[in-house]
């Protein structure tokens, strides 16, 4: 690793955490802006009461007191502070609890993704313009216009109310296999075209024509040259796509009841647990920041030809 990559990663690495500053900076005085308070709920809460409970969680200091304390504990003690509404736990704790079903149905929807979109864009680019290239692109669009919400309930319906095969509950046993359907379908459509597309330029390629020129076996011209140069823009989008696919999963883990981050995220926001609201888009968003940091790093391993700046 030369001095210029060594440099590159320094650099990416500083502008990841100053991104992640920004963010935690703007979601803290966004909420804080936001009418109304947590406490607004509490049955018959009297003025004293409120502020009682203001003085308890450290609400009744000043905004930028508050903000120098808050990112203090995320930094010192990766501590989001306590949860409002779930009493007696901490924001950590519920994120931590929660991320054990959303990052293993994530990792599962991503390998799926990736292994399927990668065979179906090779066979599609291999047979172009056959009926089976035809009905890749037909499926591929289709599950990549459709919004992740519709093709969980499209399913939902066709194999828990139709069909009775799935359970509705993501908690239940086997439940977890539709979510992890409807998280991997965009995704491997989007790696089936992007493999397609990439592989039909490579195919291109004079290099290819040599090979063939010289009478390289076909399959090793295949896996050995053209998949191989054609997976540059999969890895490029495989670290970002990882990230999507959890922080898309808080609509679907709703729509399943899977007990994962998604489904706290969306009880926060109706419950204005505003500090597990501030975790959780703090945590996803630097999950986000980080898969694209090692995707760009990534890229560079894969294909030293390329010059960073």
């Given at each position: ?119 179906l864009g090779a066979v599609a680019a291999l047979r172009r313009n056959t009926i089976m290239d035809r009905i890749v692109m037909v499926l591929t669009t289709a599950f990549v216009s459709m919004p992740g919400f519709i093709m969980g309930s499209l399913l939902l319906i066709l194999f828990t109310v139709k069909f009775h095969i799935f359970p ?142």
């Amino acid at each position: 690793m030369n001095s210029k990559t060594v440099a590159y990663i320094i650099k990416r690495i500083i502008l990841a955490i100053v991104t992640v500053w920004v963010v935690i900076t703007v979601t803290f005085f966004v909420m804080h802006a936001v009418p109304g308070g947590p406490f607004l709920g509490e049955k018959a809460i009297s003025e004293a009461a409120q502020k009682a409970l203001e003085a308890k969680y450290g609400l009744d200091k000043p905004l930028f007191v508050q903000y120098v304390t808050y990112l203090k504990d995320i930094v010192t003690k990766f501590d989001f502070g306590p949860s409002l509404k779930q009493r007696g736990r901490t924001v950590t704790d519920v994120i931590f609890d929660g991320m054990k079903t959303s990052a293993f149905i994530g990792l599962v929807a991503a390998v799926i993704a990736l292994i399927s979109g990668i065979v179906l864009g090779a066979v599609a680019a291999l047979r172009r313009n056959t009926i089976m290239d035809r009905i890749v692109m037909v499926l591929t669009t289709a599950f990549v216009s459709m919004p992740g919400f519709i093709m969980g309930s499209l399913l939902l319906i066709l194999f828990t109310v139709k069909f009775h095969i799935f359970p509705a509950n993501g908690a239940a046993s086997g439940g977890l296999i539709l979510p992890i359907i409807t998280l991997s379908l965009s995704p491997m459509a989007y790696i089936t075209r992007l493999t397609r597309s990439s592989m039909l330029d490579v195919l291109g390629q004079d290099y290819i024509r040599t090979a063939k020129a010289k009478g390289v076996p076909y399959l090793k011209i295949i896996f050995g040259h053209a998949l191989k140069n054609s997976l540059l823009p999969v890895i490029t989008y495989f670290g970002p796509m990882l990230a999507y696919i959890v922080t898309g999963s808080l609509v679907v883990e709703q729509i399943f009841a899977v007990p994962g981050i998604g489904r706290a995220f969306i009880t926060s926001i109706t419950g204005r647990d505003y500090p597990m609201i501030m975790g959780t888009t703090i945590i996803l968003a630097t999950l986000i920041v980080i898969m694209n940091l090692v995707s760009d790093i990534m890229y560079k391993i894969v294909d030293p030809r390329i010059t960073l700046e």
